[in-house]
């Protein structure tokens, strides 16, 4: 299976009047993803699943890049997405969604970062920036899930090795 981890776009600044679950994207947020949404499909990326954290900025990122791709599916809100998101998370997405091909997740950091190392063994955690996408070969043998590196999208740069 090939797993896409996408880290949402540029959002407004935390402030106490807003929420931090509704920030939103900033105008140079969206645009921005628009863009790497468009290098990504350059790439080959054609999921047939997307799931999103529940937070408005994961939520309008991942419709970006289905509008990009022309993706047809339904882009599904998980609540395992939400910041906090760990391995156990991932397991049960695992679980409900083992049939797909192509599979992302639109989420937060750390918790991205935090699941890429632990896929890829790597220790560290992998610091995913606003609107990067990063791709894997997942491969799960007996509950036990490993990932190899494909490609990285952070900004104006396509990368073929991790940073």
Same mark, same amino acid.
């Given at each position: 299976?090939?797993?896409?981890? !996408? ?8 402030? =106490? ?9 900033? =105008?140079?947020?969206?645009?921005? *993803? ?19 954290? %529940?937070?408005?900025? +994961? ?6 890049? +289905? ?6 599916? %339904? ?5 395992? @997405? =939400? %910041?906090? *998101? ?29 699941? +890429? ?8 955690? !992998? ?5 990067? !996408? ?17 490609? @990285?999208?952070?900004?104006?740069? !396509? =990368?073929?090795? @991790? %940073?």
């Amino acid at each position: 299976m090939k797993l896409c981890l !996408v880290r949402h776009g540029e959002a407004v600044e935390r402030t =106490s009047q807003l929420d931090d679950s509704w920030r939103y994207l900033t =105008s140079a947020g969206r645009e921005s *993803f628009r863009t790497i949404s468009t290098k990504a499909g350059k790439q080959g990326l054609a999921p047939d699943c997307i799931l999103v954290s %529940p937070l408005v900025r +994961a939520v309008q990122t991942a419709e970006i890049l +289905a509008q990009v791709l022309a993706y047809q599916g %339904p882009v599904e809100v998980a609540g395992e @997405l =939400s %910041p906090g *998101f760990d391995l156990g998370g991932f397991r049960k997405i695992m679980e409900r969604m083992g049939d797909c091909r192509e599979l992302v997740l639109v989420g937060h950091e750390p918790d991205l970062g935090i699941l +890429a190392a632990q896929l890829l063994g790597t220790g560290d955690a !992998v610091h995913l920036k606003k609107g990067a !996408v990063l791709s894997l070969k997942l491969d799960i043998r007996n509950g036990a899930a490993s990932a190899r590196f494909r490609w @990285l999208i952070a900004g104006n740069k !396509v =990368s073929k090795e @991790l %940073p």
